[in-house]
Structures are given as C-alpha cells and as structure tokens.
C-alpha cells in the first residue's frame, strides 16, 4: 500500500532553513506528483507547491516564492522541502500529501504523517 | 490566487443530517475534494470528484455541487464524524498547478 514517511520533528532559529524529507513507497514513484501543505498550531491548511516525481519541475505558492525549494530523488524515491529565513510564523505542522488526477481535478488520497517544524530563538 | 470559503463552524444532533459547504470561483471550473483531519492527526480524504468515497469511508458522506458551491452532506451524523472538515480545489487563477484550501469547518455532534 501507499505510504509516504516523513522526516522527524525540527527545532530551528529565526533565519535558518529547515529540509524536510518524504520517502514513498508502494507505487511507482514518478507517478504521482507531490505536494506539501502546511499547517500552524490551530489553523487550517495551506498549499505550498508542487514537484513533478519524474522532470523535477515545480511551482510554488507565491507567498512562499523565493523561500522555498522542493527537490526530488528518485533513487530513494525521496522528496524534500527545504524553507529558508525561518521566522516564528513558520511554526507548523508540514505534510507531504500525493496527488492524483481525476477528470480534470485531482486529490490528495495518501498523506505522510507530518512533521513538526518549531521556529524559535 | 483563487480563496474558497467555508463557515467556520457548524453543529449536528447525532443522527441527523448536516451539509458543510465551500464557496469559491475555482469551483466553477474544478471539483472539490474534502478532508476530515481530527486533533493529532493528518487529514482524510473523504470526498473528490463528483461523489466519490475513497474504500473504507462510510455512505453517510456524500458530496454535491452548483455553480460556486460546493457540499459535503453528511447522513446521520455519528459521535466519530466530530472532526474539522476542510475542502480542495485546483486554483482557477494563475498557474494550472496551484492548489487551494478552504479555512475549514469544525463539526460539533451534540
């Protein structure tokens, strides 16, 4: 069965960056293009970007434009998020969730377990 | 970007019938998808498409949509179905690959 595994809980300063790691298994990596989505202690979800598995290419949210780097590495069947100049607002819970095609939408059926990100001083 | 709003919060006497709804200009162009999420832990997919349930979602939960709405229903509300409810959808504005989250629902059954 599908399953994504995230890295673990991270503690970090104002102005450093954080790399956060899902690894898949149960399909074929490549086909399914992942997304990241973030939470913040008692808020709701916010989409971050996008990586295409197979060329590499993505596209971010534009408020994380310029922040944010996603990479992939299709020999572990890995995806990362790293976020730089961390602030305290970037305190949340941040998941990786595979997305699939349908009819012209799509959904997010598998989601890794998520990983806490704490920013602070 | 496109924004899809929800309310806030909605109640439901167990047993009953309660619709959560999501608005937005993007659902005019895509389906919604719907994620049950309880305290501690990552979201459920309950809903994508035009009505469909993933295997192991009970029938009590169904989904509809008009125009710029789009509902999550579901029949007979249990104790367990308590949860936030947040919806989905392609961002119609920008680039084709954005996606958007509605602010999410909490369900309270009384």
């Known amino acids: 069965q599908v399953q994504l595994v995230q890295s673990g809980a991270e503690v970090k300063k104002p102005g450093a960056s954080v790399k956060v790691s899902c690894k898949a298994s149960g399909y074929t990596f490549t086909s399914y293009y992942m997304h990241w989505v973030r939470q913040a202690p008692g808020q709701g979800l916010e989409w971050m970007g996008i990586?295409?598995?197979?060329?590499?290419?993505?596209s971010y949210a534009q408020k994380f434009q310029g922040r944010v780097t996603m990479t992939r590495d299709t020999s572990t069947s890995t995806v990362y998020m790293e976020l730089s100049s961390l602030r305290s607002e970037d305190t949340a819970v941040y998941y990786c969730?595979?997305?699939?095609?349908?009819?012209?939408?799509?959904?997010?059926?598998?989601w890794g377990q998520g990983t806490l990100v704490t920013v602070s001083s | 970007s496109s924004e899809l709003t929800q309310d806030p919060a909605v109640s439901v006497a167990l047993g009953q019938t309660v619709r959560i709804t999501c608005q937005g200009d993007?659902?005019?162009?895509?389906?919604a998808s719907w994620y049950q999420q309880k305290p501690g832990q990552a979201p459920v997919l309950v809903i994508y498409?035009?009505?469909n349930r993933p295997s192991g979602i009970p029938d009590r939960f169904s989904g509809s949509s008009s125009g710029n709405t789009a509902s999550l229903t579901i029949t007979g509300a249990q104790a367990e179905d308590e949860a936030d409810y947040y919806c989905?959808?392609?961002?119609?504005?920008?680039?084709?690959?954005?996606?958007?989250f509605g602010g999410g629902t909490k369900l309270t059954v009384l």
């Open positions: 969730a595979a997305y699939r095609y349908y009819d012209s939408s799509g959904y997010y059926e598998n």
């Open positions: 993007s659902l005019r162009s895509y389906y």
């Open positions: 990586i295409n598995p197979s060329g590499g290419s993505t």
């Open positions: 989905n959808s392609r961002d119609s504005s920008g680039n084709h690959l954005d996606e958007v």
């Open positions: 498409g035009k009505n």
